[in-house]
């Protein structure tokens, strides 16, 4: 059998073989398909804990030299240890349009309190610019988001994010396109005050252990300085921002994301887009339906820096 000796797929002769019965399928050259990538590289080690990537990247066959749009994700896990795996079907479909999806990882509540969290997303942004030559993505299109603890931190992170404030590093941070809040808490001492399937206040709820410990109706003013909301000023100027919120939300109730709507519209910040996920609880098959999908998608589309991406 002769060996081909060329390395490229597109120089690679396509096969002449033929058979009666034999059906046809056109490939689809402009089809996307979104790898979870094994490796799992350590952004940071903090208070002993190393804190991980979990990469979701297109291939895109005759584009590999392409760099992609970067969608940071931070998961939710009430600022508790997170599963990287939990939201990558999530973002499936996101990747197959054709963005690099990082999911990262940052300590636990029980290890360190807020702002650690914050802190560590942004040491992972960091990260992802100084290593970006290893990695199929586009650092002038970068993306925060989260969702429920997790958009709670990305929001934090939104509104200090060019003032050195909540960060414990010093270096600038890159750009950011947008940002994408799912159902995260927005302020925390108002959480105990809405229907919830979860406990709210108490030092070892969610919350509490947030804030250090305390009991969020105790400490109003610390669970306060714990929340998105104390943190975006008059007129700031960010990035596009999209809110997205179940009705029926069981852990986060609906109305944290309408106090973020309203304080961002009294502070004359835009611009900002919020939509409620009519029946849709915490996450789950019913928030992540294709109507999301479709608008986060093309949230991102609309955002990104190059004019000629469809």
């Keep these: 059998m002769k060996r081909m000796t060329t390395q490229?797929?597109?120089?690679?002769?396509?096969?002449?073989?033929?058979s009666e019965g034999m059906k046809v399928l056109q490939g689809d050259q402009n089809n996307i398909e979104p790898k979870v990538q094994d490796i799992q590289p350590v952004y940071a080690v903090k208070d002993g804990k190393e804190l991980h990537i979990r990469f979701i990247f297109p291939v895109h066959q005759g584009h590999e030299e392409e760099k992609y749009p970067l969608l940071v994700f931070i998961q939710g896990s009430a600022w508790k240890e997170q599963s990287m795996n939990n939201h990558v079907m999530d973002l499936y479909e996101i990747v197959k349009s054709g963005v690099a999806a990082a999911i990262v990882q940052y300590r636990?509540?029980?290890?360190?309190?807020?702002?650690?969290?914050?802190?560590?997303?942004?040491?992972?942004?960091?990260?992802?610019?100084?290593?970006?030559?290893?990695?199929?993505?586009?650092?002038?299109?970068?993306?925060?988001?989260?969702?429920?603890?997790?958009?709670?931190?990305?929001?934090?992170?939104?509104?200090?994010?060019?003032?050195?404030?909540l960060d414990d590093e010093g270096t600038p941070l890159p750009a950011l396109r947008g940002c994408i809040d799912f159902y995260g808490p927005t302020h925390l001492e108002q959480m105990n005050y809405e229907p919830s399937l979860v406990e709210h206040r108490g030092e070892h709820s969610p919350e509490?252990?947030?804030?250090?410990?305390?009991?969020?109706?105790?400490?109003?003013?610390?669970?306060?300085?714990?929340?998105?909301?104390?943190?975006?000023?008059?007129?700031?100027?960010?990035?596009?921002?999209?809110?997205?919120?179940?009705?029926?939300?069981?852990?986060?109730?609906?109305?944290?994301?309408?106090?973020?709507?309203?304080?961002?519209?009294?502070?004359?910040?835009?611009?900002?887009?919020?939509?409620?996920?009519?029946?849709?609880?915490?996450?789950?098959s019913l928030f992540w339906c294709q109507a999301v999908k479709d608008v986060v998608i093309d949230f991102i589309n609309r955002c990104v820096s190059d004019p000629y991406r469809n």
């Excluded at 490229?8 to 033929?18: N, V």
């Excluded at 100084?130 to 509104?159: E, V, W």
């Excluded at 100027?237 to 109305?255: A, W």
């Design 108 to 165: 636990p509540s029980t290890l360190a309190p807020f702002p650690a969290q914050v802190q560590d997303a942004k040491s992972a942004v960091r990260y992802l610019v100084q290593h970006a030559p290893a990695y199929p993505i586009d650092i002038n299109n970068i993306f925060l988001a989260g969702d429920s603890s997790g958009g709670h931190t990305a929001l934090c992170s939104l509104a200090t994010w060019e003032d050195g404030r």
């Design 208 to 284: 509490g252990l947030e804030i250090g410990g305390y009991d969020v109706v105790d400490k109003p003013e610390l669970a306060y300085r714990c929340s998105p909301v104390a943190y975006f000023k008059e007129r700031q100027n960010i990035p596009p921002l999209l809110i997205l919120h179940g009705s029926k939300d069981t852990q986060v109730p609906f109305g944290q994301s309408v106090i973020l709507y309203e304080r961002l519209k009294e502070l004359k910040i835009d611009p900002v887009e919020f939509y409620q996920v009519k029946g849709a609880d915490h996450g789950g």
């Design 8 to 18: 490229k797929f597109e120089d690679f002769p396509e096969s002449e073989k033929s």
